[in-house]
């Protein structure tokens, strides 16, 4: 069984078809897969933060189910957690939002498997995922690659936090994410979980970039991360280009490699909004 977190509020399913799929048609295995959504209600902070509802869930399971029976869609709400660990706390109004601290709540979710692979929902495979799951990670917390502009501004080794694989069991055992959450609950960060889980390692395994491409896709890529990044042309700004924005990735990009992915994301979000 290959184990994926998502985290998000309703507005992460374009994010979470697109990545399924590309996870689905990219990796040659019988092997099942198990989608973990993590998921709230805290409208009472933004009208717009509401939890993935149980249609899309339903949908979503359809779909990967197209693929092999045996794969499972589990949505869990985390609304109460989030409420005793971290309302009213300096980094409610994170940088994001609020959706990207709850994956600090895997040790407190009951019956998490013990290696979970977190993915930001802005991410398609490239390649097989196994090159990335199969990574042995005994005696590490969790395997990530290089943040690619943190490497240059911050650190060498500062990690990106959109691509986590975890080894849940080691977390527990030295008690990575409640200290993340302390961190959060009492200091303002400036990447919110991202800053707390870096400041709460005590042993990680550094990933090469291809398992987390945040500006380049090449051959060997295995994971293109969809992140905000810089471009210098025709003069410099920031564009955060999502992989559903099939239309700019094509001029953006230019990347036509994705296609079979991105048309039948197509095809099925517009049946999802017949069925509405």
Not at 149 to 158: E, R
Not at 182 to 199: G, P
């Amino acid at each position: 069984m290959v184990n994926i977190l998502f985290c998000g509020n309703d507005r992460v399913f374009d994010g979470m078809l697109t990545a399924a799929l590309s996870i689905m048609k990219r990796t040659d295995s019988d092997e099942p897969f198990t989608f973990y959504v993590y998921t709230m209600d805290v409208s009472h902070i933004k009208d717009s933060y509401l939890p993935v509802n149980d249609r899309q869930m339903e949908f979503f399971e359809g779909v990967i189910k197209k693929y092999n029976r045996e794969n499972k869609a589990v949505k869990i709400d985390v609304t109460e957690i989030y409420n005793r660990e971290f309302a009213g706390s300096p980094n409610e109004s994170a940088y994001c939002s609020p959706y990207t601290l709850i994956r600090l709540f895997a040790d407190e979710v009951e019956g998490m498997p013990d290696k979970l692979l977190y993915l930001d929902v802005d991410i398609l495979f490239n390649r097989d995922i196994h090159l990335l799951y199969d990574t042995d990670i005994e005696g590490y917390e969790y395997a990530a690659a290089r943040d690619h502009y943190g490497k240059f501004l911050i650190s060498p080794n500062y990690v990106n936090a959109g691509v986590l694989l975890f080894n849940l069991a080691r977390m527990k055992e030295t008690g990575l994410l409640a200290k993340a959450r302390e961190l959060i609950r009492t200091k303002k960060l400036v990447f919110a979980d991202q800053s707390a889980i870096i400041r709460s390692t005590e042993k990680k395994k550094m990933l090469p970039q291809k398992f987390n491409d945040q500006k380049f896709l090449h051959k060997h890529t295995v994971v293109r991360h969809f992140s905000k990044r810089l471009f210098w042309l025709p003069y410099p700004h920031t564009d955060n280009v999502k992989q559903w924005h099939v239309s700019r990735v094509h001029k953006v990009f230019g990347y036509y490699c994705f296609d079979d992915i991105l048309y039948e994301y197509i095809y099925l979000r517009e049946k999802f909004n017949r069925e509405d």
